[in-house]
């Protein structure tokens, strides 16, 4: 027999060989059993679908390569075993006993952006199979045992583009009559897509559930919050109204007060939440107008200053020399400034020092920010401090009352004016919120721009 027909029918083996481990693999070695209960699992149909049409590829290969060991035709059986490997939607290696890579089909190219020949190449895989992954798979289809297969794996593939795509693979080998491996064949398909999706869901599911929580201790909080000033006015206006005790017209008009203020604090709280649900659907109306931010920072800090007196916090104010005009919604910049003198006041202990300043920036923005020396908030919060009804603790949201819309509320009106809000915070030491407004919104004509910054001789009160 001649070296080149010893050769022939060495490819022609081969051919056969793989032909038979590719049914064999698909079909028996349980590859679809696995792939189908992960595309069933995870709902992925395109997988679902592949492993159906898998089953009828194999079948057919199968019958085909039973036929032609009949009557060998190695150009058609070639030609056939290409079709079934470069027609399924995943990326195919198949590998002799030692490891070495035999074949690859379209998919693979595909994935990785090298060629057949390349994939070849030893040194290609140092590139495709980026960090520790490529010892990793070196351990998976070679120096096994037949038994220790099917194997499942999912690992990165990086193609020549430097894109990465997430594959799980399905190992099955193909056992001689010894019991050793013959062929090995690894299947890999696409994830990347669905774990994305996954993760999205569980983001998703997160967010959620955070929600739903928030919500939940708001409803709590808001009990509390609504049900005490409505107790007080019902319970004075009971008194006067029945005139169960010898009352004087000056307990009268102390009932009277009572009555006036704990209706304020009840309206106060039905306007935040009637003001998120405006701003969360989008209808903002700034009626925007020439603002004096002085003047609006002076009549803030007035609501403020008799609970800053009961608490003992003392009020201190920095306004640069003159400060431009600021052009905006006035109703939207008080709520802005009282929302967050308020919540300075709140949260500082009796001793403490409250400070709010205004100024403009390097780049021509007006800025405020307001300061505390109060319990301050955990570095885990402070992305969260923004989110409607979200409170830092239920504990503190109780003591201190409110329904944790102030921050939400001040955020989504500075963002109307186009500004960005910044808050920084140390546990017990204390809180800084930034307010920042474009500079398109100050009005530079009449004023020294130079001027402008807090520097000794600002108005400090």
Not at 382 to 388: C, R, V
Request: aromatic content about 6%.
């Amino acid at each position: 027999m001649t070296q080149r027909s010893k050769t022939g029918e060495d490819k022609g083996q081969l051919r056969r060989d793989l032909g038979a481990a590719l049914g064999f693999a698909l079909n028996l070695g349980g590859l679809v059993v696995v792939g189908g209960l992960f595309a069933l699992e995870t709902g992925n149909l395109r997988v679902l679908s592949g492993i159906a049409g898998l089953v009828i590829l194999c079948n057919l290969a199968l019958a085909w390569h039973a036929q032609r060991s009949r009557a060998p035709e190695p150009v058609y059986a070639e030609a056939f075993v290409s079709l079934i490997l470069d027609s399924v939607d995943a990326a195919i290696t198949v590998y002799d006993a030692t490891g070495r890579l035999l074949r690859a089909n379209k998919g693979a190219e595909i994935f990785s952006g090298f060629s057949e020949a390349e994939l070849l190449e030893p040194e290609t895989w140092r590139h495709i199979l980026p960090d520790t992954d490529y010892e990793r798979v070196l351990e998976i289809v070679s120096g096994r045992h037949a038994d220790e297969y099917p194997i499942i794996n999912e690992n990165y593939w990086v193609h020549r583009s430097g894109e990465r795509r997430l594959l799980r693979w399905s190992n099955v080998a193909l056992k001689d009559p010894k019991g050793r491996i013959s062929l090995l064949v690894c299947i890999g398909f696409d994830i990347t897509e669905l774990r994305r999706f996954e993760g999205d869901l569980i983001t998703a599911k997160n967010d959620a559930e955070l929600a739903n929580r928030s919500k939940s201790e708001f409803l709590a909080n808001m009990s509390h919050e609504l049900r005490t000033p409505l107790n007080a006015i019902l319970g004075f206006a009971e008194v006067i109204r029945d005139q169960r005790l010898a009352i004087d017209m000056e307990a009268t008009r102390r009932y009277a007060t009572d009555i006036y203020d704990s209706g304020y604090l009840l309206l106060q709280l039905i306007n935040d939440i009637l003001d998120m649900a405006k701003l969360e659907s989008g209808r903002v109306d700034l009626e925007e107008r020439e603002l004096d931010v002085p003047a609006i920072i002076a009549s803030s800090r007035r609501l403020v200053e008799q609970k800053a007196a009961e608490g003992g916090v003392t009020l201190k104010t920095e306004i640069a020399q003159s400060l431009p005009p600021l052009m905006g919604g006035e109703r939207a910049l008080k709520q802005i400034v009282l929302n967050l003198l308020s919540n300075a006041v709140k949260f500082t202990p009796d001793g403490g020092i409250a400070r709010i300043s205004a100024r403009l920036n390097q780049h021509g923005g007006i800025e405020i920010a307001v300061s505390d020396s109060g319990i301050g908030i955990q570095a885990a919060s402070l992305e969260k401090l923004f989110q409607p009804f979200y409170q830092v603790d239920a504990k503190i949201s109780r003591r201190y009352g409110g329904t944790g819309l102030g921050l939400a509320i001040t955020k989504k009106l500075v963002e109307a004016h186009g500004g960005q809000i910044a808050v920084s915070s140390l546990p017990n030491q204390g809180t800084t919120v930034i307010i920042t407004f474009p500079a398109v919104r100050t009005l530079h004509a009449l004023h020294d721009k130079e001027g402008s910054r807090p520097a000794p001789g600002s108005l400090t009160l």
